[in-house]
């Protein structure tokens, strides 16, 4: 047990580190000016939906549910495709009305910062379905008492950031955004990477093809089992959201 919280700890404490050093280099960067503001901008909603339901309330509704489940791998498949593909379909929307997206968050912004946001918003927006993915193999891991690759993991999307600045210095402003906006994609992809190499590590691949392969047969034997994590799920959203949706009033009414 002490293990697995200094493991947590120090992978926090690690992205917690490079997180400072990122914020330090974009202020460098960019400086105090539009563009700074645009980048915020746009990674403020899908990181506020991660905290929301990836971080939290998914995780502590999935696991216990998972546990109880008679039918692991059809539950698992299940629950993959309806957040996954309901996710997509957000992302999707976003991607097709940006601009709309960009109005949403940016409250209190100019139509021309609005305008040139959006198509930072919509590339910023292919991490959620990114992070969730993340979160539900990290889910397993847990299961497997293993908690080293999500604690570290943390902070490769802060590498990724620090990465993209390096590659970036010396340009436009305009390119820079880019760069940080195709960086958090690239952060959600190596934070994946590393979950999948640790399923396969665990050997968990098969739980998930057996899912796949009898799920048509079994869909109906969990119902029961889905009905439940639902009525479970959306308090825990709820109770995990309060503090996320003031902060982000705080900001929007600013």
Excluded: C
């Amino acid at each position: 047990m002490f293990k697995a919280i200094f493991t947590n700890s120090f992978g926090i404490l690690f992205s917690r580190i490079l997180g400072l050093l990122r914020d330090l280099m974009t202020a460098s960067f960019l400086g105090a000016n539009i563009y700074t503001d645009i980048f915020f901008i746009a990674f403020k909603l899908p990181n506020l939906f991660r905290r929301i339901f990836a971080e939290g309330a998914f995780t502590q509704v999935f696991l216990p549910a998972f546990t109880r489940s008679r039918h692991k791998a059809v539950f698992s498949i299940h629950i993959l495709l309806v957040f996954f593909l309901t996710i997509m379909l957000f992302t999707l929307i976003v991607n097709l009305f940006p601009h709309a997206a960009s109005k949403a968050i940016a409250v209190g912004f100019d139509a021309q910062t609005i305008m040139m946001a959006a198509p930072y918003v919509a590339i910023n927006f292919f991490y959620l379905p990114l992070i969730f993915l993340v979160t539900f193999f990290s889910t397993f891991l847990q299961y497997k008492h293993h908690f080293a690759t999500t604690a570290y993991a943390t902070a490769l999307l802060n590498i990724a950031l620090i990465g993209a600045l390096l590659l970036s210095r010396g340009m436009e402003e305009e390119v820079i955004v880019y760069y940080l906006s195709y960086g958090v994609v690239i952060g959600g992809l190596l934070q994946l990477g590393v979950h999948l190499v640790a399923v396969y590590r665990l050997h968990l691949i098969p739980l998930f093809a057996g899912g796949v392969k009898y799920y048509r047969r079994k869909i109906h034997s969990i119902r029961r089992e889905t009905t439940k994590f639902k009525q479970q799920f959306f308090p825990a959203v709820w109770g995990n959201s309060t503090a996320q949706f003031s902060a982000f009033l705080d900001t929007w009414l600013a």
